[in-house]
């Protein structure tokens, strides 16, 4: 310490320094890797979905080619009855990139709603991406009606009665080492004048 009456000398403080800001580098990582990244997942994610889109299995096409009628005949004595003979060309088209075995194709006719009779036929193999053409005869002789006569006799008297027919293909897909069952319904609304035998309307349509 200083004796007394001595001066005494002060040192000026230092200036104090200004705020002071602090820069945090990170590591510098070039845009071009992070879009490549993102090009990859993208373009996966697209090469996914069009395999699910082509592979995953579908019901064959199910289309009636023709549909004529041989004979139809209407019975009223001694009971209502109807004799019908139908001849179809169908279509069975494979759709998918796998090949397509069906196992029955069955065709049945009904009047107002209500069944007449069914006929079945064998079923075959399709290939990839392939068609077949099968041929089915429907012949019905002495079906009785019992529900709807009095509408039958209606539409007898008018000279053209209304029929539907419902075909339906069973098969399955042979994916891999899984097998897939398939079904395709088409469904047909004919009306089918008494007098010339033949077909004056007829609307087909696929059933899903």
């Not at 002789?141 to 209304?162: N, Q």
């Amino acid at each position: 310490m200083a004796e007394k009456g001595e001066p005494v000398f002060y040192s000026p403080l230092p200036n104090q320094p200004d705020n002071q800001s602090h820069v945090v580098l990170y590591p510098y990582r070039p845009p071009g890797r992070r879009l490549r990244r993102v090009f990859f997942v993208s373009v996966s994610i697209f090469l996914f979905s069009a395999a699910i889109f082509f592979l995953w299995p579908s019901d064959p096409d199910l289309t009636v080619i023709r549909l004529n009628l041989k004979r139809i005949q209407v019975h009223t004595s001694p009971k209502i009855s109807i004799d019908i003979s139908l001849f179809l060309t169908l279509r069975v088209r494979n759709r998918d990139f796998f090949s397509l075995e069906y196992s029955s194709l069955d065709v049945s006719i009904g009047y107002r709603g209500r069944g007449l009779g069914t006929v079945n036929s064998t079923g075959g193999k399709l290939r990839a991406r392939a068609s077949s053409y099968v041929n089915a005869t429907i012949e019905l002789d002495g079906i009785e009606v019992i529900h709807d006569v009095i509408y039958l006799l209606h539409d007898l008297a008018k000279g053209s009665i209304p029929f539907d027919t419902d075909t339906v293909v069973r098969g399955k897909l042979g994916l891999l080492f899984f097998e897939v069952p398939l079904k395709a319904k088409v469904s047909c609304g004919i009306d089918v004048n008494t007098n010339n035998q033949t077909i004056i309307r007829q609307d087909c349509y696929p059933e899903f």
